[in-house]
């Protein structure tokens, strides 16, 4: 389990050795050992090749040889594996409560939304043109719209957004929401669209462009202020059973699935940070928000899609997702 000899352990403090982490001071543990004549517990410890484990520890007291105790027994079962899923299990359920959450509020808040900026604009257009309490107005429109547009970015993330499913083709979805898509981003940065002929997919068109929305503005934030280029493209994949291995966190079925690829060349990503960008609220930037990747995350998965994400530091990024068809 450790990886050392008998030869090499022989004579050696067997903490020491395996530079033993202990959940409480060594005497507590000694204290209990004598008074109950065991223990157990976790210990943190490392193996020959420096690997730390967590250990499921059990210590015995041996008999007592003339009021003395004798030695003790430690038997030690790695459970680093264990662990490891019961933390991933925690961290799954923490972030559904927090969908849920988040899901309950957001929808109620779009409701309400909807009558403040009905209302307002009603006054708006009600109002003279020269008054001067226009721009105020519109300026609390303006805000109603950004909390709207946060509201359905957590929606999505909670699986929640509003869902009309129809058949729907990609590429041409795409090519309508392309004017939109280069008027979101900065002179500096060039879109090019790299669109084939694409069986229909059964999705909800105004997620889609939800989708694409999020996509292109983290590309061309993370291009930032030099000349910088996003290629959006879709295309078609099989997926067999190897690859539903290969993504395992979605529940895939093996067959047709359109894909579009959003590719940037802008400042890419470490592993650490790839590893959170799907959590909510996780962001790098001043003003982000931490929910345009996980709003993607939630629609892909509410069309039982997949996506993988391809990036490294100064490498750009390359956004993949799949959609069955
Ligand atoms: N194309 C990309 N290149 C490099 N990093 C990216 C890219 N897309 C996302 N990221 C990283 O992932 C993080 C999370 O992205 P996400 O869209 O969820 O939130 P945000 O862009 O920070 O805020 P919001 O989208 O809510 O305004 C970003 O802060 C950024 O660090
Ligand atoms: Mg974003």
Redesign the pocket.
């Known amino acids: 389990m450790y990886g050392w000899s008998a030869a090499e352990a022989l004579g050696r403090e067997s903490h020491q050795l395996l530079q033993t982490e202990f959940p409480q001071p060594l005497p507590d543990i000694q204290r209990t050992l004598l008074e109950r004549g065991a223990w157990h517990g976790e210990l943190v410890q490392s193996t020959k090749d420096h690997l730390r484990i967590v250990v499921s520890s059990r210590w015995a007291l041996k008999p007592f040889l003339a009021g003395k105790p004798a030695g003790f027994l430690e038997i030690a079962r790695d459970i680093t594996e264990r662990k490891r899923i019961e933390d991933q299990l925690r961290e799954t359920a923490r972030m559904e409560s927090v969908g849920l959450l988040a899901g309950g509020i957001a929808h109620d808040f779009n409701n309400l939304l909807v009558g403040v900026i009905g209302n307002a604009s009603l006054v708006l257009t009600a109002m003279e043109v020269h008054n001067p309490q226009r721009a105020l107005l519109q300026e609390a429109v303006r805000s109603a719209e950004r909390m709207a547009y946060l509201t359905r970015?957590l929606l999505a993330y909670a699986g929640k957004g509003r869902f009309v499913v129809g058949p729907l083709n990609l590429s041409e979805t795409i090519r309508e929401q392309a004017p939109l898509l280069r008027a979101a981003v900065p002179k500096n940065v060039q879109i090019d669209f790299v669109l084939v002929p694409v069986p229909p997919i059964e999705a909800d068109v105004a997620q889609i462009q939800q989708i694409l929305a999020?996509?292109v503005?983290?590309?061309a934030?993370?291009i930032a202020e030099a000349p910088g280029a996003i290629s959006i493209g879709t295309g078609v994949a099989e997926l067999d059973e190897s690859d539903r291995a290969r993504f395992g966190d979605f529940p895939i079925s093996p067959g047709r699935f359109v894909t579009l690829t959003v590719r940037?060349n802008?400042?890419?990503?470490d592993a650490a940070?790839q590893a959170r960008?799907?959590d909510p609220f996780?962001?790098?930037?001043f003003?982000?928000?931490?929910?345009?990747?996980?709003a993607v995350m939630g629609i892909v998965r509410g069309h039982r899609g997949a996506l993988r994400v391809i990036?490294a530091p100064g490498r750009?990024?390359t956004?993949e997702l799949f959609f069955p068809s």
Not at 266 to 269: A, Q, R, V
Not at 282 to 285: E, I, L, N, R
Not at 287 to 294: F, I, Y
């Open positions: 970015q999020n996509l503005i983290n590309a934030e993370a940037d802008g400042c890419g990503m940070t960008i799907f996780f962001t790098t930037k003003l982000g928000r931490g929910l345009g990747l996980s990036s750009g990024a956004f």
